[in-house]
């Protein structure tokens, strides 16, 4: 059964630093590329950022761009999304995603390209 938990979402102050996790279960990881999305009350969900299966490669939607960082572990099975200088424009649930691919070093950034969904974990910065 595949699953996809993501953690760590909380209330922040702006200018404060979050970590998230996403632990996957029931798919081998490494065939995967992953990625973090968010949808903000009212909003359409949006790309947040994408990491490739094997090589690293990385991109980041422009507004968080410098302040956000994604990362994998393919020994540990998880995602990760460390963000600082947070603002309350990032306050949102965040979703973490998955996307089989046989190229080692592809990203996705479209939502509707992703397989497999977590369920998401709220984070809210205040002013």
């Known amino acids: 059964q595949v699953q996809l938990v993501e953690s760590g979402g909380r209330l922040v102050q702006a200018g404060g630093s979050l970590r998230l996790s996403c632990a996957a279960s029931g798919f081998i990881f490494s065939n995967y590329a992953m990625g973090w999305f968010r949808q903000a009350p009212g909003k359409e969900r949006e790309f947040v950022a994408a990491?490739?299966?094997?090589?690293?490669?990385?991109a980041y939607v422009d507004f968080v761009k410098g302040r956000f960082t994604i990362s994998r572990d393919n020994v540990k099975n998880g995602v990760y999304l460390q963000m600082n200088n947070l603002k309350p424009e990032d306050t949102a649930v965040y979703y973490c995603?998955?996307?089989?691919?046989?190229?080692?070093?592809?990203?996705?950034?479209?939502?509707?390209?992703?397989?497999?969904w977590g369920q998401g974990t709220q984070v809210t910065v205040s002013s």
């Open positions: 990491i490739d299966r094997l090589d690293g490669n990385t």
């Open positions: 995603a998955a996307r089989f691919t046989t190229y080692r070093a592809l990203y996705f950034e479209t939502e509707a390209l992703y397989d497999y």
